[in-house]
């Protein structure tokens, strides 16, 4: 990447919450200082650049494009094959383009028994004659249209190749400021690579670790949390061991336990199975591992897109 | 008949668009406000563990996860038949009045407030946060990133994070605030009722003391008489946080008020095929379709909403603020939407009063911040977000495991308000097929009044809104593309 010309980045969302775009405000006045090195040529939340617009900029013309958000809805799938061939560098920034956060356990359901909930069920809706939002739709003024709702959530790099993986929920600030410097540094690492410390949350975790045996598992709410204690010392399931590290282990410091927004830890391939491995080999015997209720839940809260398991099959 | 789509391109494509329809005179037959996303959190957040929803549920939101944690454990409380302790209680309310500290800043001079700070007239590329800076002032461009970031630390302190807080559990919270921490927020916070006093003489300088501002707010596109709804403490003052729901009619009397467990009794959705987004109205008066007035349902939140649906402000400033606004805007209750950024000012003095209060009690610091709780069952939490009333209902079963989940989001209440907005406002700007120039100022700000945040359903809240308008003839020709 040349020095002399202006890098051109490019932001966008898919199925995602907002909050990744919070964790760019967040870093407040360098933003400044990222707009004096970079002009982002495309940002939905902040400027006035259409699809027919990046539709009209040559292949790779974008250097770095952040992509956050998870793959839902056929326009979702659209923009991230259009902005994969427009850009140089795709990053799947956060928790939802890199392991399906929250919204991938959407996948233990499909469209159908989501559109029942979200439309039918719901004590508060009235809907006898069960009409759902359609896709194409004729009134007596006129066609209206809305995106395909896909049965399956899709991580960003299920749907097309991706170069750089920025997780968290959302990617802690100082990561970010990090990645940007890489990027302006000409010191970005080999492609593939995830954008975060080689290490896991315990790392970065103030609390004693004693390594006990573990008899029964405990929920945060039964517990008198000491504070200082690693949590499955204290009988309580914690992400740490399985999650990569970078946001400062902030929740265990706020006395709540790692819930693995951080994604697979370093060498982890997968981030509900490691943490269930690390539960067995403590715990004294399989009953405890039964213990463990809500596995996909507790294990798979912000990966299941992502791992192994993906989704659930469904009798039809 | 002409459609026009009105089609939000940067921060609405693919999440919200507008499309209007004419008739054959050509004069506005009706607007469609589509919201063309849903990520399904009711049907997955069932077989989860209680204490996870609260956290999960921030999802919904990355601009008002607080709002989602906080509805969340008031949920997970009522369904454990656990009080929290008086001290965890103000916790909570002291992290919530951060939260609304950042998320009014942000909305009034990144999002709305430019438009009338730089002014609705002004060249769209101005009518953001620089163009606020460079009329205002560099120094206060400042002041104004540094108070947001003032409200982003007092969450993250009391919540753990900033975006997406977890402290709050079944029974209280997880911490208690360290003196050496409290001490820290209330520097901030003394800090913020200056800035909330600035940004209300910003106000008075800028807007109040203009008289075509006062005119436009006033004028009759932007006047919508529906039910408010708003949560209210026991001498019917606005609170955010606690407190029993309170609608008022068109006339300003009080419809019904309701404690959270009663809510479907109150309130029911519809839904319309032409969007993902349901339409919620009140259930005694039912389902009318897209209209205004006493014999129709639908009813508007969020700091318009509250204020009027509340007989005043609990802490000094901002209730002189209150009466102020009334009197200028000509009695109780104010329909003209456009007043919802003068409300939200008033809510921003509130929240920075209201936490100092709380921050210099002396049992802020206490470690008693947690009760333990009983048997799970069902429960419901309401809390006020930035963008109106809160709604979250929980069974779990015998295990603490979620059974059924309801969530019914705070721009979900206004999504029927603001497609009649958005009509009103064409209409007066759409006469015999010709469409001035300044359609789109005008229905941007018509909507943008709302601070509509339909990450809770989609997501349009953050940064400049830009728009297209395509003009099509019965044939489906395109006659006429305006755009910026």
């Known amino acids: ?316 | 008949m002409k459609e026009i789509v009105i089609d939000p391109i940067t921060r609405l494509e693919g999440h919200g668009k507008i499309t209007i329809f004419l008739n054959d005179q050509g004069n506005v037959e009706n607007a469609y406000l589509q919201v063309p996303e849903l990520r399904g959190f009711e049907r997955f957040c069932e077989g989860r563990r209680a204490e996870d929803l609260p956290i999960i549920t921030t999802r919904i939101c990355g601009v008002c996860p607080v709002a989602h944690h906080m509805a969340g454990a008031k949920a997970v409380d009522a369904a454990f038949n656990v009080e929290p302790t008086e001290t965890a209680k103000k916790l909570r309310e002291l992290e919530y009045c951060g939260y609304f500290i950042y998320d009014h800043i942000l909305h009034f001079y990144f999002l709305g407030g430019p438009d009338f700070v730089v002014g609705p007239d002004a060249s769209p590329a101005k009518r953001n946060i620089l163009g606020v800076i460079e009329k205002a002032g560099l120094e206060i461009g400042k002041e104004v990133i540094k108070h947001r970031a003032y409200g982003q630390r007092i969450t993250e302190i009391i919540g753990g994070k900033a975006t997406h807080p977890v402290s709050a559990l079944p029974g209280g919270m997880a911490k208690a605030l360290s003196e050496e921490d409290r001490q820290e927020i209330e520097k901030m916070v003394r800090s913020c009722v200056e800035f909330a006093k600035f940004s209300l003489k910003l106000f008075d300088d800028i807007v109040l003391r203009n008289v075509d501002y006062v005119k436009l707010i006033k004028s009759e596109p932007y006047a919508l008489k529906t039910y408010y709804m708003g949560t209210v403490d026991k001498n019917n003052k606005v609170n955010f946080y606690d407190g029993d729901v309170r609608v008022v009619d068109q006339e300003n009397n009080e419809f019904v008020k309701f404690v959270p467990s009663e809510y479907l009794d109150i309130i029911e959705e519809h839904v319309e095929p032409w969007t993902y987004v349901k339409l919620p109205y009140l259930k005694k008066v039912g389902w009318k379709g897209l209209m205004a007035g006493p014999d129709s349902g639908i009813y508007r939140v969020g700091p318009l909403g509250r204020l009027n649906a509340a007989e005043g402000m609990a802490t000094p400033i901002a209730q002189k603020e209150y009466e102020r606004m009334y009197k200028t805007l000509g009695g109780k209750p104010v329909h003209a939407t456009l007043a919802f950024h003068w409300a939200r000012l008033i809510e921003l003095m509130y929240a920075a009063e209201r936490a100092l209060e709380l921050v210099s009690d002396k049992e802020i610091t206490n470690k008693d911040i947690r009760n333990k709780p009983g048997k799970p069952g069902e429960g419901v939490g309401i809390v006020e977000a930035a963008r109106g009333t809160l709604i979250h209902h929980y069974q779990l079963d015998e295990k603490a495991l979620a059974k059924k989940v309801n969530l019914v989001v705070a721009t979900t209440h206004n999504a029927p308000g603001i497609c009649m907005s958005i009509k009103n406002a064409a209409k007066g700007l759409i006469r015999n097929g010709k469409v001035s120039d300044g359609l789109l100022n005008m229905v941007e700000m018509a909507f943008r009044a709302y601070d509509p945040c339909f990450a809770c359903a989609t997501h349009f809240a953050i940064g400049q809104m830009s728009l297209e308008v395509k003009i099509y003839d019965n044939e489906k020709r395109l006659l006429k593309t305006i755009r910026r």
Not at chain 1, 98 to 109: E, F, I, R
Not at chain 1, 190 to 205: A, I, N, R, W
Not at chain 1, 258 to 271: A, L
């Open chain 1, 1 to 316: 990447m040349g020095k002399k010309e202006k890098l051109k980045f490019a932001f966008y969302w898919a199925a995602s919450c907002g909050g990744c775009e919070i964790a760019v405000l967040d870093v407040n006045e360098k933003i400044l200082d990222i707009v004096a090195r970079a002009d982002i040529v495309f940002w939905p939340v902040a400027m006035d650049i259409k699809y027919k617009d990046v539709e009209a900029f040559p292949d790779k013309y974008i250097d770095v494009c952040f992509f956050n958000g998870a793959i839902r809805t056929e326009e979702q799938e659209y923009m991230a094959k259009l902005l994969r061939k427009k850009s140089k560098v795709l990053v799947a920034f956060g928790s939802c383009a890199c392991d399906g956060c929250v919204v991938g356990l959407a996948n233990l359901w499909n469209k159908e028994t989501i559109f029942e909930r979200a439309y039918s069920e719901t004590p508060s809706t009235e809907n006898p004659n069960f009409v759902t939002p359609k896709t194409f739709l004729k009134i007596k003024e006129g066609d209206l249209e809305l995106p395909e709702f896909y049965d399956t959530v899709k991580t960003l790099a299920q749907t097309v190749d991706v170069d750089y993986f920025l997780s968290g929920c959302p990617p802690p600030v100082p990561l970010i400021i990090q990645a940007v410097e890489a990027i302006f540094n000409n010191k970005l690492p080999p492609k593939g690579s995830v954008l975060m410390p080689k290490k896991s949350v315990c790392d970065e975790c103030p609390r004693e670790k004693k390594d006990k045996h573990l008899s029964e598992i405990k929920r945060i709410y039964e517990i008198e949390d000491d504070g200082k204690t690693c949590f499955w010392d204290q009988g309580v399931v914690c992400m740490g061991p399985a999650t990569r590290a970078g946001c400062g282990a902030q929740c265990p410091k706020i006395n709540m336990p790692c819930t693995g927004c951080g994604g697979p830890g370093p060498r982890v391939k997968d981030q509900g199975a490691a943490a269930v491995s690390a539960l067995a080999s403590i715990a004294t015997g399989p009953e405890v591992v039964n213990q463990a209720v809500d596995p996909i839940g507790t294990f798979y809260k912000y990966s299941l897109a992502h791992s192994i398991l993906r989704r659930k099959v469904m009798k039809k």
